[in-house]
């Protein structure tokens, strides 16, 4: 594995893609190659950081500073203080409203110190189009556990036992959700991912799929083995395209990993909101002998 000394995550969330990432990542890959420092510094596109009203985003590592609102003209400024002089570029650190300190760090700002992700736990630090990178960090691990060493039954009752409930207004017990559907007859079950979100401004599942796409897929996998569902719909709403496209990405790279075999079949189809065409025609996957 080739070793950087450095790492750049760049935001590539729908809100930093308004507010001029695209330009921005463009502006920075063609600098560090001008300076001869891409076989050195590594730039990585992630899911939404978080923090969109201050985009665009860059956090260095191993360093941990944040940069924020960086234009494609702030580039060559940046790359040559940070990296060829080794001076962070104080002028693109945050700031809180009303005082004059400068927060380097990203731990250290307001917004992000308190927080305990959970779902979130991969936002910002890894590419959503490269599977590897998920795993590196125990994704599909969870699955494997549960299709290895549980029953439906403990599953089920692991995640009663966890608390999770629904990210809705409604808070729903999701154990309690699984219990029902397992315990349901027929021959014919489903899982459903409603990605739609139609309350307005509600961009919690958007995040997700966008900055994350494996974790949903795994989740949904898990819930299938449990629930006795045989077959899944992952429903996204058409103005939501960078979503569709991370999941598109991540089901055609998780395929290969879990083809079918005769003990577990499962069939997860992705729609979008205006016609519900199903958008990914690739054969069923997942199997775990």
Same mark, same amino acid.
């Given at each position: 594995?080739?070793?950087?000394?450095? /790492?750049?995550?760049?935001?590539?969330?729908?809100?930093? /893609?308004?507010? =001029?990432? &695209? #330009?921005?990542?463009?502006?920075? %890959?063609?600098?560090?190659?001008?300076r001869s420092l891409a076989e050195e510094i590594k730039v990585v596109e992630t899911g939404c950081n978080g923090f969109c009203a201050q985009g665009p985003i860059i956090v260095v590592y191993?360093?941990? &500073?944040?940069? +924020?609102? &960086?234009?494609?003209?702030?580039?060559?400024?940046? %790359?040559?203080e940070h990296f060829i002089k080794g001076r962070p570029l104080e002028r693109l650190f945050y700031k809180e409203p009303g005082k004059e300190e400068r927060i380097p760090s990203m731990q250290e700002i307001p917004f992000f110190a308190l927080q305990d992700l959970r779902v979130l736990r991969n936002r910002g630090l890894i590419d959503p189009?490269?599977?590897?990178?998920?795993?590196?960090?125990? =994704?599909?691990?969870?699955?494997?556990? #549960?299709? !290895?060493?549980?029953?439906?039954?403990?599953?089920?009752?692991?995640?009663? !036992?966890?608390?999770?409930?629904? *990210?809705?207004?409604?808070?729903?017990?999701? =154990?309690?959700?699984?219990?029902?559907? +397992?315990?349901q007859p027929g021959d014919t079950k489903y899982v459903l991912c409603n990605?739609?979100?139609?309350?307005?401004?509600?961009?919690?599942? *958007?995040?997700?799929l966008e900055g994350d796409p494996h974790s949903v897929i795994e989740g949904m996998l898990v819930g299938a083995?449990?629930?006795?569902?045989?077959? =899944?719909?992952?429903?996204?709403?058409?103005?939501?395209?960078?979503?569709?496209? /991370?999941?598109?990405?991540?089901l055609r790279q998780a395929r290969p990993r879990f083809p079918s075999s005769p003990d577990i079949v499962w069939e997860l189809a992705v729609l979008y909101h205006e016609s519900l065409q199903d958008m990914d025609n690739d054969p069923p996957f997942l199997g775990l002998a």
């Open positions: 594995m080739k070793v950087f000394r450095s /790492h750049l995550l760049v935001c590539g969330g729908t809100g930093c /893609h308004a507010s =001029g990432s &695209i #330009a921005m990542k463009k502006a920075l %890959v063609e600098e560090l190659n001008k191993p360093d941990g &500073i944040i940069y +924020m609102n &960086i234009r494609a003209e702030d580039v060559p400024e940046l %790359v040559e189009e490269d599977i590897e990178e998920y795993i590196s960090r125990d =994704g599909y691990a969870g699955m494997a556990k #549960a299709l !290895t060493e549980m029953t439906s039954e403990q599953i089920v009752q692991e995640v009663l !036992t966890s608390g999770l409930r629904g *990210r809705g207004g409604g808070g729903f017990p999701t =154990g309690l959700k699984w219990q029902f559907a +397992m315990n990605a739609d979100e139609g309350d307005p401004g509600a961009f919690m599942d *958007r995040s997700v083995f449990a629930t006795g569902a045989t077959e =899944g719909v992952l429903y996204v709403r058409n103005e939501y395209p960078l979503a569709i496209k /991370h999941t598109r990405i991540a």
